[in-house]
């Protein structure tokens, strides 16, 4: 860090084994405590959407734009019927349009024609024979489909939620230390856009020389009173693979555009949970903030707390 500068945690592989050690154990009791209720849930839910969307296409024989300028948002269902089920970002290839959350009326044409070609034969066998299903046909797709659904949306969820429990604890810390929400979302180009003490939620920053490259989200930009910019991501990992990725690609990634835009001026640091794999850890840090990343803990940010405290100007 230049002179002044307070230096930002840093950790031991010891320390970082203990505290790794203990978040898994924390995600696997939070597992434990769930238990199959969250998934039975998720299917109850889906289930309804599924049984109406096929009986809004007569069982997929009849998968037209109508579907689609009748219920825009039923696109969302359909790409379960898929095999395999097909992605928003292919959908969206396919169709050759822009990118929607409802189909738009002169693409529901195109939707259904993209949707209609990639239809699963093992579970509607019908669709390809040209006949109408089997009371039995009809069910097994209906649970096959619901199952495969429901999997996506409860996976979805959790990042969801533990994104946002993470990105708010880490703004209650945040406010522990005297440091103020600022409710602007506009891209940060210029460090003086976000106040010395304060702090935004989701906002994007400027990436590469200058800013140049298109700029990266930040889940907790903080403006630290000594003027440098804290960027905290929040992550999630599943397993010990999933965490090089999230911590290394994604978060390394952005760090290092980072930099390139507003050199020693910025910090990058992380909100962990779950299960990481220690290397990853060790070789995110780096030998010092200025090539690494700073590594902190949802299931304790008192050093997120105490290190925004005392880096004052």
């Known amino acids: 860090m230049p002179p002044g500068f307070v230096d930002p945690p840093r950790w031991s592989a010891q320390e970082l084994k203990a505290a790794r050690d203990l978040s898994e154990a924390r995600f696997a009791q939070q597992r434990r405590d769930e238990g199959p209720n969250a998934f039975a849930d998720a299917c109850a839910d889906v289930r309804p959407r599924v049984e109406a969307a096929l009986a809004a ?27 395999p089920p097909i992605s928003q970002e292919d959908l969206w290839t396919l169709v050759g349009g822009p ?3 409802r189909v738009p009326p002169q693409y529901a044409d195109a939707t259904a024609a993209a949707l209609r070609l990639v239809v699963d034969n093992v579970r509607f066998p019908w669709v390809a024979d040209g006949r109408a299903p089997t009371e039995h046909e009809r069910r097994a797709a209906v649970l096959a489909t619901t199952v495969l659904h429901a999997a996506q949306m409860l996976g979805t969820s959790r990042r969801g939620e533990a994104s946002l429990r993470q990105e708010d604890a880490t703004a209650a810390a945040l406010a522990a230390a005297g440091y103020q929400l600022e409710p602007s979302r506009r891209t940060l180009r210029v460090l003086d ?17 200058g800013g140049a ?43 290092e555009t980072w930099r390139q835009a507003f050199g020693s001026q910025v910090l990058t640091a992380v909100v962990l949970a779950g299960v990481f794999d220690l290397s990853c850890l060790v070789t995110a840090q780096g030998s010092s903030p200025a090539n690494g990343v700073v590594l902190l803990w949802e299931h304790d940010l008192t050093p997120l707390t105490d290190f925004v405290a005392a880096a004052a100007s």
Request: overall charge positive.
């Open 57 to 83: 296409s007569d069982d997929l024989r009849e998968l037209t734009g109508k579907v689609f300028r009748d219920d825009p948002g039923a696109w969302q269902v359909f790409r379960y019927v898929c095999g």
């Open 99 to 101: 990118r929607f959350k």
């Open 193 to 209: 856009e976000l106040p010395r003490g304060t702090y935004s939620r989701e906002r994007k920053i400027a990436a590469g020389p």
């Open 213 to 255: 490259e298109k700029p990266a989200k930040c889940d907790v930009p903080v403006r630290l009173l000594d003027g440098r910019l804290f960027a905290v991501e929040c992550k999630v990992s599943n397993g010990p693979k999933n965490s090089w990725k999230r911590v290394n690609r994604e978060v390394g990634g952005k760090a």
